[in-house]
Nanobody, 128 residues
Framework: QVQLVESGGGLVQPGGSLRLSCAASGRSFSGYPMGWFRQAPGKEREFVASIRWESTSTYYSESVKGRFTISRDHAKNTLYLEMSSLKPTDAAVYYC?????????????????????WGQGTQVFVSS
């Protein structure tokens, strides 16, 4: 049974940093893209960042570019999201996702439908 389990959420002050983790079990995703999405109260879930199997290929939403960094540890089957310079607008439930779908070598994996498996989410609060 495939499971994605996020951790690392919590309360942080504006300007602070957090590191989210997503541990995958049940199968290896080292050959597949993974991503982070988030959903704020009253809003639709939105794309945050994606990473292909070769960890140098990453893609970010404009709202987090330059502040967030997505990375993965193939040996640990774990996905990370380093978040810095956090803003109140970053507060949301953050979800990790894993894809088993191939589209092309340049596909950005920025759509929910690109992904096969989802975690349950971890809450991030940004407040002073």
């Amino acid at each position: 049974q495939v499971q994605l389990v996020e951790s690392g959420g919590g309360l942080v002050q504006p300007g602070g940093s957090l590191r989210l983790s997503c541990a995958a079990s049940g199968r290896s995703f080292s050959g597949y893209p993974m991503g982070w999405f988030r959903q704020a109260p009253g809003k639709e879930r939105e794309f945050v960042a994606s990473i292909r199997w070769e960890s140098t290929s990453t893609y970010y939403s404009e709202s987090v570019k330059g502040r967030f960094t997505i990375s993965r540890d193939h040996a640990k089957n774990t996905l990370y999201l380093e978040m810095s310079s956090l803003k109140p607008t970053d507060a949301a439930v953050y979800y990790c996702a894993a894809s088993t779908k191939y589209y092309s070598d340049t596909h950005l994996y920025a759509r929910e439908g690109d992904y096969t498996y989802w975690g349950q989410g971890t809450q991030v609060f940004v407040s002073s």
